[in-house]
């Protein structure tokens, strides 16, 4: 079976491979306060700015779940207000996550067919505004430029990005705000259960201004532990080890979305010349190049999801309100040309 789910994902042919070194190298019994434990994750860390152009004096943390993500950036960020900006269910979820651990969170929803006009979004009472970078629900995705005038706008204000279903698939300007995180089972192509913070020092400064310490994950705590190359709690050492495999094979972020973009723009032409599957998306603009939503009738959504597993390919679940009209299929790298082939010849019958 060839999964095109948009996560957890396939995950890349190496991983095996790498699954039976770290039994023999003994990453699977590593202790976490131990020098190797430290030497991996300062070369996972350096890695990861490498190919992923994080510029060098951000702050890298690892975390469980981008669920994780959400409620320590509540716990530990928020200390009035945050306004979150979305478009679909994971953006709300987010928000609705946050609104049950702290005082106010402001729901800002645009349509998924609208791209985000930045310039009259500022939020003076916020002092964290929470972007969904791709919406996997929906199959949209805001540009680095719409991002980075958010933050421009709001000055006093944190700019937090969920980039879950599209870090290590697309360019992301880390610089254009203060705290990025996803877990690994989408783009990145590894197993579930890790999942990456990535901090501005305005962000770093803000921790350490609040210093909220009641959490095992208190983001100040997390930022002090990564300071020794460490983890407050015994951390995912295979999931880490895994990642800095994966990495160090990994092509730099712009040819990689180069890459992605070539097959982004291969399905856009293949879905074009169909009547009966159709992107949910009218808006070319708002699209994303990650995850690809295609609706049909709810009839017909359902023969091919039920046929295509038949046949060995399994795609995405429509999500929340479009779960029996639509179907997602991941455009993420670890997929392989020929089982992208292999797909499209499949569901050329349904066209
Ligand atoms: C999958 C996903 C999540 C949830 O990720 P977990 O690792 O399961 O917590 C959050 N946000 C977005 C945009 C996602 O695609």
């Known amino acids: 079976m060839i999964s095109f789910y948009p996560g957890p994902s396939r995950v890349h042919g190496s991983i095996p491979t790498y699954v039976k070194q770290a039994y023999r190298e003994g990453i699977m019994e590593m202790n976490h306060r131990s020098a190797e434990f430290i030497t991996m994750t300062k070369q996972t860390v350096w890695l990861l700015k490498k190919k992923l152009r994080i510029p060098h004096h951000y702050t890298v943390l690892f975390a469980s779940s981008a669920t994780e993500c959400w409620e320590i950036i509540a716990q530990s960020l928020i200390t009035q207000k945050s306004t979150h900006i979305y478009n679909g269910a994971f953006g709300k979820k ?24 930045p310039d009259n ?26 991002i980075k005038q958010i933050a421009v706008n709001n000055p006093h204000a944190l700019v937090a990005v969920d980039a879950t279903s599209s870090m290590a698939g697309v360019y992301l300007d880390f610089k254009a705000a203060d705290c990025w995180f996803a877990s690994v089972q989408k783009c990145f192509g590894l197993p579930a259960g890790l999942a990456l913070m990535v901090l501005s020092p305005k962000a770093v400064e803000r921790t350490a201004s609040i210093a909220e310490s009641n959490h095992y994950n208190s983001l100040h705590s997390m930022v002090a532990m990564m300071q020794q190359s460490q983890t407050t709690h015994t951390p995912n050492v295979l999931g880490i080890y895994l990642l800095m495999r994966v990495l160090e094979k990994m092509d730099d972020i712009k040819a990689v979305e180069e890459k992605l973009v070539k097959r982004y723009i291969d399905w856009e032409t293949y879905f074009d010349k169909s009547t009966q599957l159709k992107f949910l998306i009218n808006n070319q603009r708002a699209r994303s190049l990650t995850v690809l939503t295609i609706s049909a009738t709810e009839k017909l959504v359902k023969r091919v999801k039920r046929e295509s597993k038949q046949a060995g390919y399994l795609l995405g679940e429509g999500y929340g309100e479009y779960k029996n009209t639509t179907f997602r299929i991941a455009n993420f790298p670890a997929l392989k040309q020929k089982e992208i082939k292999a797909l499209q010849d499949h569901l050329l019958q349904y066209l």
């Open 94 to 117: 987010w928000r609705d996550y946050t609104a049950a651990l702290v005082a106010s969170a402001d729901a800002y929803a645009f349509d998924a067919n609208e791209v985000l006009p």
């Open 121 to 146: 979004l500022t939020f003076h009472e916020s002092d964290v505004i929470c972007l969904t970078h791709n919406e996997t629900s929906n199959g949209t995705a805001l540009s680095n430029k719409c």
